[in-house]
């Protein structure tokens, strides 16, 4: 596994140069993970439950989740949901805990919010190692 290298720039422009270094000697895309509040670490929603730590737990609110979700979402969505993984990758679209982590491939552009603005917080960058 290659080593991991953290950077903490202290403003936007050494945010930028940053970004701006890793796309100019990536031979592959590079991928981005993005959270405005930099107390979480790299874990899905779901992991971060205040109580719960056991993975039957987990497992357990996951299905409830679901289970809700599939009866409150049909007036929605424009045909019934697929499987398991289709339900969790809608849920994770409309916000609700799963165990799945958001990763976009990073463009020429920075990553910005909803408004439109760049915002700090926990951001990775990860290698296409494919």
Request: charged share 25%; with cysteine.
């Amino acid at each position: 596994m290659a080593p991991v290298v953290e950077e903490r720039p202290t403003s936007f422009q050494e945010y930028v140069a940053l970004i701006e270094k890793y796309q100019a000697t990536a031979d592959r895309s590079l991928w981005y993970r993005g959270c405005g509040n930099v107390g979480h670490a790299l874990l899905p929603s779901l992991y971060r439950h205040r109580t719960i730590k056991k993975p039957d737990e987990f497992a357990q609110l996951e299905q409830q989740l679901m289970l809700r979700f599939r009866q409150r979402s049909l007036p929605f969505v424009a045909r019934p949901l697929g499987d398991d993984w289709e339900t969790l990758f809608i849920m994770q679209h409309y916000g609700v805990p799963t165990r799945l982590l958001d990763w976009r491939i990073l463009r020429r552009t920075l990553p910005v919010s909803d408004s439109g603005a760049c915002w700090f917080g926990a951001h990775w960058i990860a290698f296409d190692f494919s």
